[in-house]
């Protein structure tokens, strides 16, 4: 289904220009890992303002935000917490938020088929961990019609940061820059580049068979696995078989052992009583 025919949701808007190429990589995220890169060579590091910076994007914005509420709604929370983790997760910079969450849907629906482009069982470790990325045909690889992506489409303000991912983006780049080119790197940059390497290890790794500390708590028709190590390293996200045995669980530990620092945020959040979600 061409995702473009959006009949049924008069009151979006969706950017068109994700339909022609994977312009989010080109122009958002390859330019600022070559800055990143550049800033390291330049520029003094604060690893305690880059844990801060990246458990707020990535934990915070991106596991709980945008994977956890966003693309499962596993939980509910008030709009207002809603609308705050969707802005922190479009400055995460991985994608639009849309097209993060349907592309995450495609991957549950497909997981470890052929179809599915972030699968290393059918397309390799590297394919699967970054390549899949630079490729336009990739982009059609989502599901625009669950239940999920329908209601960031019903909402206009979701909308609206989706539509100016990359200005906002920038925006954040440029104030950060005036301000201190340490402070970039170190409070956004950085961190904006462990998350993404976070993410796409945690989606190859977690479907690789023989790895170190993997194990199964489901039988699920995918090759997804657990990990000791990840699992603890990410606070969560690596308990990835109990996540696909059940994507809309929001604490995902099914044994003792399992800690989900992302799953108790997500708990703690949905007890800030919803009100007036679209």
Known sequence: MDYLNIKNFPNCQINTSMHKLNWYFYKVW????ALTFYLLATQPINWWVVFLGWFVLGPLAT????HRLLAHRSFSTHCYVEKTLAYLATVSAYSPILFWVAQHQY????????????SPVHHGFWYSFLYWRFLKDNLSKADFMNFCSKRIIRDKRLMWLNNNFTKIVWAHIIVLAIISPSLLLCLYLLPVLIESVRINLLNSFSHVSRMPFSYRNYDTNDKSYNNLILGYLSLGFGWHNNHHYNPAKNI?????WELDIEGYIGYLLSKIK?????
């Open 252 to 256: 995902v530990h099914d044994r003792w």
């Open 30 to 33: 390859a330019p600022m890992t």
């Open 107 to 118: 991957h549950h629906r497909h997981s470890d088929t052929n179809k599915d482009p972030t």
């Open 274 to 278: 919803p009100k007036d979600i679209v």
């Open 63 to 66: 596991g709980v935000g945008l």
